[in-house]
Nanobody, 118 residues
Framework: QVQLVESGGGLVRAGGSLTLSCTAS????????MGWYRQAPGKERDIVAV????????YYADSVKGRFTISRDNAKNTVSLQMNSLKPEDTAVYYC???????????WGQGTQVTVSS
């Protein structure tokens, strides 16, 4: 079973940057679609960005396009989310997800808090 641990969250001023990292143990990520999701207080968990197993394809929510970049390093079993030009509305708990539809495997990390002050 894959365990995911996020890190890199924190408090930052609007316009600032943060990089979130997700490290996996208990398995290798090279066959998983990896994604970052976020959940703000009182709201549902929403997709932020997704990257294909080989890194060749990415998807971004409209709200973060041009500001966030998702990347992965299969050799290090990590996926990252570079967040630039942060806005107060980016404040949320950010979750890492590993998805392998062919095996119906879906794993989540415990989340890391990102708070953007105005």
């Amino acid at each position: 079973q894959v365990q995911l641990v996020e890190s890199g969250g924190g408090l930052v001023r609007a316009g600032g940057s943060l990089t979130l990292s997700c490290t996996a143990s208990g398995g290798t990520l090279n066959k998983y679609i990896m994604g970052w999701y976020r959940q703000a207080p009182g709201k549902e968990r929403d997709i932020v960005a997704v990257i294909s197993w080989n890194g060749n394809s990415t998807y971004y929510a409209d709200s973060v396009k041009g500001r966030f970049t998702i990347s992965r390093d299969n050799a290090k079993n990590t996926v990252s989310l570079q967040m630039n030009s942060l806005k107060p509305e980016d404040t949320a708990v950010y979750y890492c997800n590993a998805d392998r539809p062919d095996r119906r495997e879906d794993y989540w990390g415990q989340g890391t808090q990102v708070t953007v002050s105005s």
